[in-house]
């Protein structure tokens, strides 16, 4: 039964008072000041689902208003469960042995050699304790593995580590990483009194790439294997069934990965909106790489029934293959305090070292996993979750000197950020990258010198819920041959604007006359804040046609470069992504009102 659009806009404003949180409260005040402004976008939406369904009906259609994604599934378990939590008597001081909550052993790094606050490093106590657990685990002598951190500093880099590394063997170099690769294993701190401290800087895997250092720690590892192909035709959004030619190997609760290298210039065309590919954007020319992560609930003959919708529109034609993934689940990081001893005044691409030298997290190859109450402090990269699904981070924050990049998405689907205040004017604000499908930013607040960070190489389908900061020039990233910055499927919804470009009276533009800079028609609902206008389609045509005049056979239309909608005013529902779930769910969970 379809829920009452009105009533749960306003239930789902309301709810945000229970939270607590600034940013949450700060976007209240505008909103409930404009409780009638109820969204048509959203209107729209709700209009578009299939009877008794969260599911878009097959046969609906609109000209005069797009359809935004449902966006509802982002997150650990699909934001329908709490994050795993340890029980409430454990303490750091404790000396348990056994989380009774959640049944994990915990591994104490100070009983296999870390001394906190010596003054000397503490890396190689920290791998040894996590070889033990990781063999506990594989034997199956415990359910799970606590990594604790008592508190203190424990120094995780010092000049003594990097004597040891080879730069001329990249098996050495690749060392550099503490890493996990097993499931069920929670890396845990005692708050802001634990802190992990880097010293010196990694070194690159390949000096010519300011992007190869490796991270401090690599959580999470996994596989793939062709297993099928994709049969018969979905339109995104109305189905979690897929038809494929045999479901050998496959069982239900496995992964799968779908994937396409789309050619036909047609295919491709439908994510570039009015925009056509330009002779720039090699990558794309070469193929739209189409991918998703799902996971099996049931399998009925050649029927595959996944957890969550396709989003995306499958073509047989495209040789759509499916994958089994193999991969890490429940991986956790919380209470913790992550600091770098970079010190510099940061500059762009000057050096590896700049762009990631002192680089803390990577997740990658993951499901259902998690990371909390953690800080960064003077860094170059925060944290990035790569190859990932179904994972929540939340109510983490960066600070110190300006470093390279805070938070990122990268070739993942259906993740999920709350609460996430990037305070040190990070060169890459959060944002997403990369084939990034499907994930949702929820409540970050970032400098008002910066900007939204869209990485370029194919992310589409993404979701800026209630973000507050500027929307400066120059912050976007992505090479010139991986444009645009992102395709179809971005939205915007209640953005606070803190600083335009230039001026509030110079329109905005999401397709820029310069070698950098393309977003794909962006829904943008309810933009507050310092005044913001939007440039036109024609703007752009006037500037490609003298470029490329081959690209367009007419001008483009005198209209914004994003679908927009109460540009100037919040809208109701206060979060797009609340609100989906609890359309979805039919109310909030209880873990959501308690925040």
């Not at 799970?144 to 000049?159: C, H, I």
């Not at 210039?265 to 794309?284: A, C, F, N, T, W």
């Not at 110190?400 to 060169?427: C, I, K, Y």
């Amino acid at each position: 039964m379809k829920l009452n659009v009105l009533s749960l806009a306003i239930g789902s404003t309301l709810m945000i008072s229970l939270c607590g949180h600034a940013v949450a409260s700060a976007h209240l005040s505008d909103s409930t000041s404009k409780a009638g402004n109820l969204s048509s976008t959203w209107q729209a939406w709700v209009d578009s689902r299939a009877p008794d369904s969260d599911l878009m009906a097959s046969d609906f259609s609109t000209a005069s208003q797009p359809v935004v994604t449902n966006f509802s599934y982002a997150g650990y378990r699909q934001s329908e469960q709490p994050l795993p939590t340890l029980n409430n008597a454990f303490s750091c001081s404790s000396g348990t042995t056994i989380d009774p909550a959640t049944g994990y052993t915990i591994f104490d790094v100070t009983q296999y050699g870390a001394i906190p606050n010596d003054g000397k490093s503490d890396k190689a106590a920290v791998r040894d304790a996590i070889a033990v657990a990781e063999k506990a685990i594989q034997k199956g002598s415990v359910k799970g593995a606590v990594l604790l951190f008592p508190k203190g500093r424990y120094r995780m880099n010092e000049s003594s580590d990097m004597a040891l590394i080879d730069p001329d063997s990249k098996e050495s170099l690749a060392s550099q990483s503490i890493t996990v690769t097993e499931s069920h294993f929670i890396l845990r701190g005692c708050g802001s009194e634990t802190e992990l401290y880097m010293d010196q800087p990694h070194l690159p895997m390949d000096p010519k790439k300011l992007y190869s250092i490796p991270r401090l720690f690599s959580l999470g590892d996994g596989h793939r294997e062709k297993v099928s192909t994709i049969t018969q035709p979905i339109k995104g959004g109305t189905s979690k069934q897929i038809q494929v030619s045999k479901t050998e190997g496959l069982q239900e609760g496995d992964w799968i990965e779908i994937f396409a290298n789309v050619s036909r210039p047609d295919r491709i065309q439908e994510h570039m909106g009015p925009y056509r590919v330009e002779p720039s954007m090699k990558k794309l020319k070469q193929g739209l790489e189409l991918r998703e992560i799902h996971q099996i609930t049931a399998i009925n003959g050649n029927t595959l029934i996944l957890a969550a919708p396709v989003q995306v529109d499958i073509h047989p034609g495209d040789k759509w293959t499916v994958y089994r993934s193999d991969r890490t689940e429940e991986i956790g990081l919380e209470n913790l305090a992550f600091r770098g001893n970079w010190k510099e005044k940061f500059k762009h691409h000057k050096s590896a070292i700049h762009d990631s030298g002192w680089g803390f997290i990577t997740i990658r190859k993951s499901a259902n996993s998690w990371v909390k109450n953690v800080t960064f402090t003077d860094f170059n990269q925060g944290l990035q979750l790569t190859d990932t699904v179904n994972s929540t981070v939340m109510d983490i924050s960066f600070h110190g000197n300006p470093g390279h990049l805070s938070l990122q998405f990268q070739r993942s689907f259906n993740n999920l950020s709350m609460n996430v205040r990037d305070e040190a004017d990070t060169w890459h604000s959060p944002g997403f990258s990369h084939y990034s499908s499907s994930n949702v930013h929820l409540d970050t607040w970032y400098s008002s010198t910066s900007s939204p960070d869209l990485h370029a190489a194919q992310p589409r389908i993404n979701l800026f819920d209630r973000t507050e900061g500027g929307w400066i020039y120059g912050r976007w990233g992505g090479a010139t041959v991986n444009q645009p910055n992102h395709l179809a499927g971005l939205v915007f919804w209640n953005p606070k604007n803190t600083a335009v470009a230039y001026s509030s009276d110079e329109p905005y533009e999401f397709m820029r006359p310069s070698a950098f800079g393309r977003m794909i028609m962006p829904v943008v609902v309810g933009m507050h804040g310092k005044p913001v206008h939007f440039a036109s389609q024609q703007d752009y045509y006037r500037y490609i046609n003298r470029k490329e005049p081959q690209l367009y056979k007419k001008a483009l239309p005198d209209e914004p470069q994003a679908y927009v909608e109460s540009n100037g005013q919040p809208v109701l529902p206060d979060s797009l992504f609340l609100a989906q779930l609890e359309y979805r769910l039919g109310a909030l969970p209880n873990w959501l009102e308690k925040q």
